[in-house]
């Protein structure tokens, strides 16, 4: 039995309870992280707690912990859980209010805390080793897609059409140009071997392995653009990735039903989920 954490208890996942009028369950109203375990240490746990603070405060949710708090809440779910690889769900809601409102309850209302563990694979995966398709689908989420909400319903939409096309995932696309995936940034090597990612703004979440990503891959000397890129540049790329604290570093293989380079993960998306495996037991907490 799953032993999770909610509002400073951990218990059985059976016994988890929270109020229906929670604005997290009517409204979306909530933030959250999710953070890499490798060898029972978590990854780049300083990057998401600044991101997790920053998606707080742009929605104006109150709860303020110091981050080894948090630090001090996972390693017992990981302790308690027997987790060795996977990854720690963290939600933060704005709390009950006792009734429905489209305003936002007092200030004094205490936000909802809820955690949990998910063990799966993240080194060795069958993505990783062969690859993974994409479709591109339109972008019509909201506008702040850099704040990191719970309002993923049309990532899931998304997700079902491209298993419904055939393919393993999406890609966002506006304006003919490619934002990010569903749960994923999206970069591609040009012909010209430049690394391209899209920049950082409202349009696409902050990702916390994009940024250790990109890090890695300046100083193993590739270069860097990052700027908005195109469906058609895509499709013509020497190589595809994605990156996500549930994927590491993903090769792409396949956009819209046409192969990427010979079909197979190439060389230089390898080498980069090498570096950062690499990355990811040299500095995991």
């Known amino acids: 039995m799953r032993i999770v954490y909610l509002n400073g208890h951990f218990i059985r996942e059976s016994e988890a309870k929270i109020s229906v009028f929670d604005r997290g369950f009517l409204f979306a109203d909530a933030v959250y992280e999710v953070v890499s375990v490798l060898d029972g240490k978590l990854i780049d746990f300083d990057g998401h707690m600044a991101r997790l603070q920053k998606s707080l405060a742009a929605l104006s949710i109150g709860c303020d912990r110091p981050s080894d708090q948090w630090l001090k809440l996972m390693r017992r779910l990981i302790t308690d859980n027997g987790l060795s690889e996977g990854l720690i769900y963290l939600q933060i809601t704005r709390g009950n209010p006792g009734d429905r409102s489209f305003l936002w309850p007092p200030g004094d209302t205490p936000a909802t805390v809820f955690a949990f563990t998910q063990a799966m694979p993240l080194v060795h995966t069958a993505g990783a080793d062969k690859g993974i398709s994409v479709v591109t689908l339109p972008d019509l989420?909201?506008?702040?897609?850099?704040?990191?909400?719970?309002?993923?319903?049309?990532?899931?939409?998304?997700?079902?059409?491209?298993?419904?096309?055939?393919?393993?995932?999406?890609?966002?696309?506006?304006?003919?140009?490619?934002?990010?995936?569903?749960?994923?940034?999206?970069?591609?090597?040009?012909?010209?071997?430049?690394?391209?990612?899209?920049?950082?703004?409202?349009?696409?979440?902050?990702?916390?392995?994009?940024?250790?990503?990109?890090?890695?891959?300046?100083?193993?000397?590739?270069?860097?653009?990052?700027?908005?890129?195109?469906?058609?540049?895509?499709?013509?790329?020497?190589?595809?990735?994605?990156?996500?604290?549930?994927?590491?570093?993903?090769?792409?293989?396949?956009i819209n039903g046409r192969p990427i380079g010979d079909g197979a993960p190439g060389p230089v998306t390898m080498r980069l989920r090498e570096i950062y495996i690499e990355f990811a037991h040299n500095t995991a907490i």
Do not use: C
């Open 141 to 254: 989420r909201w506008g702040r897609a850099d704040i990191k909400t719970t309002q993923l319903l049309y990532a899931s939409m998304m997700k079902m059409e491209a298993k419904a096309l055939g393919a393993d995932d999406a890609w966002l696309i506006r304006g003919g140009m490619v934002r990010e995936g569903t749960s994923q940034n999206a970069h591609i090597i040009t012909q010209d071997n430049v690394l391209t990612t899209h920049p950082l703004n409202r349009e696409i979440l902050h990702g916390i392995t994009r940024a250790a990503t990109l890090s890695l891959a300046a100083d193993a000397s590739l270069r860097i653009e990052e700027r908005a890129f195109s469906v058609a540049e895509a499709e013509q790329a020497k190589e595809a990735f994605v990156s996500a604290a549930s994927a590491f570093v993903l090769p792409v293989v396949k």
